[in-house]
């Protein structure tokens, strides 16, 4: 679930304008196709890698000359219910007005946290009107300028940090990893889920899919509960009546985008086909851990050097997921198959894994000083620091002086550094960049 993140405040103090400004481009088009002015205005947005829903509310308006003040009002109180987090703006220029102060009389009651957004702050020495708001309460208060772009990165960065703080709160069940088993026809998909789950006897129950139409299995191993997604169709085929399966491409992409773990399925007599690698390029950029599974193993004559053979194929073919482990199986005989959920274990708690900024800038400064970014057009790349901002999969911030100067290879230098540092075999790493204009 993304975390809802709702603007509040009285009519005209730039909330819509805040709005455009958060999500940028993309409201432009929307505005003009949907005309919605007045209702609650939804976008999908992302900072620092991390997804929310923003809402413009379109104002709390205690006015009762307003004809649509009870609809707005409404509206602006299911955000408030719905929100993780609220944005509460004022004019600064204006200063504190009454109706500011009912409206944080509400906002107070919701409980939810709060960041207090004085807004047409354009310059400097308006700040001063910030002493104003603060009595109204709330810890987090912060100065922009919607029209001019200025302090929105530092709000949203601050809205984030509230987002984890809530997140922490929640136990939940989404520690349960899902896993889906991607592969053409016929590589053994089926007789593997089904040897894994007669063989173990793990089924706890089946539950509705996701998409239409498909069931999933959840099963137990160890202390760890799976989901395995769309499952219980291959479960029920059996060899006689399975029809010819004409293989959806878009079936297996929304398996990949529902899980957290993508099992590619590959038959070892078979190479390896473009299909694979679109599947697989399409996890890795949707952030999805991957574990590579060579199946028909008892089918390959094989000699001391048949594995390696094949895990430098494999590496060769799909090197962008150079992180995934390969699993050498067969479900026919049995050999290995108990690994692949004893591999499902490890990759979770890689995906999940996270590093303190102390550490993550321990490894950045050794990076950086055995091999220095190079100068590009005369200027050179400056990291002031990395922290990771999320999981799932691990997602880290590098604050530099200017992202166009990191070369793609410099990136990706950068990640392996921190990979034969902490491992994260299986996952995927979500490196980006922002810009700082000095190191603070
Ligand atoms: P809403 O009713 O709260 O959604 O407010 P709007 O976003 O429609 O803005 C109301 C007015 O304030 C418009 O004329 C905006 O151009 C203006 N405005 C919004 N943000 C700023 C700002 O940061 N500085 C200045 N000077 N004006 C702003
Ligand atoms: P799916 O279409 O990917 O679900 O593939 P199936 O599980 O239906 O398997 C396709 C065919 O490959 C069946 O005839 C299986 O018996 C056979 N098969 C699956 N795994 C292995 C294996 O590890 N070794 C051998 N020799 N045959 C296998």
């Known amino acids: ?38 209702d609650r205005l939804y976008a999908d947005s992302e ?3 991390r997804p929310f829903m923003i809402v413009d509310t379109g104002g709390i308006d205690l006015d009762d000359q307003d004809v649509m003040t009870p609809h707005i009002r409404r509206q602006a109180e299911l955000a408030v219910a719905e929100a993780a987090v609220i944005l509460f703006v004022v004019d600064g220029r204006t200063g504190l007005t009454s109706a500011d102060e009912d409206v944080a009389a509400i906002l107070r009651r919701s409980e939810k946290p709060v960041i207090l957004v004085v807004n047409k702050t354009d310059n400097l020495d308006q700040e001063k009107n910030m002493f104003d708001f ?10 922009v300028s919607a029209v001019h772009g200025l302090g929105i990165g530092d709000l949203l960065d601050r809205m984030v940090d509230l987002f984890e703080e809530e997140k922490a709160d929640e136990v939940s069940d989404d520690e349960i990893m899902r896993v889906a088993f991607i592969g053409r026809p016929n590589v053994g998909k089926s007789s593997l889920i089904n040897y894994l789950l007669g063989e173990e006897r793990l089924i706890v129950s089946d539950i509705p899919g996701t998409t239409r139409d498909s069931i999933d299995t959840r099963i137990r191993h160890d202390d760890q509960e799976l989901i395995l997604i769309d499952t219980a169709g291959m479960r029920r085929r059996s060899r006689v009546e399975k029809p010819v399966e004409r293989y959806s491409v878009m079936r297996a992409l929304k398996s990949v985008d529902q899980a957290d773990v993508v099992l590619l399925v590959l038959d070892a007599t078979q190479s390896i086909a473009e299909q694979d690698q679109r599947i697989a390029g399409y996890a890795h950029d949707a952030g999805k851990a991957m574990i590579i599974v060579m199946n028909k193993w008892d089918l390959v004559e094989k000699d001391g050097k048949t594995m390696d053979r094949f895990r430098r194929r494999v590496r060769e073919e799909l090197s962008f997921v150079d992180y995934a482990p390969i699993l050498f199986i067969s479900a026919k005989t049995g050999q290995r198959v108990t690994q692949i959920l004893d591999t499902i274990q490890q990759v979770t708690h890689q995906y999940f894994l996270r590093l303190s900024t102390a550490v993550i800038n321990e490894v950045l400064r050794e990076a950086v000083s055995i091999n220095p970014p190079s100068a590009y057009k005369g200027r050179r790349l400056k990291i002031y620091y990395g922290t990771q901002t999320g999981v799932r999969p691990p997602t880290f911030v590098f604050f530099v002086n200017d992202p166009d100067l990191m070369h793609f290879s410099y990136k990706r230098f950068l990640e392996n550094k921190i990979r034969e540092s902490f491992g994260f075999e299986g996952t995927p790493l979500k490196i980006l960049l922002r810009k700082r204009e000095s190191q603070s």
């Open 1 to 38: 679930m993304k975390p809802v993140v709702a603007i509040v405040g009285r009519p005209n103090v730039g909330k819509s304008t805040l709005f455009n400004r958060i999500i940028q481009k993309r409201l432009a088009i929307e505005e003009s196709e949907s005309g919605i002015t007045r």
């Open 47 to 49: 900072w620092l890698g």
């Open 134 to 143: 603060y009595r109204l309460g709330f810890p987090e208060t912060i100065a």
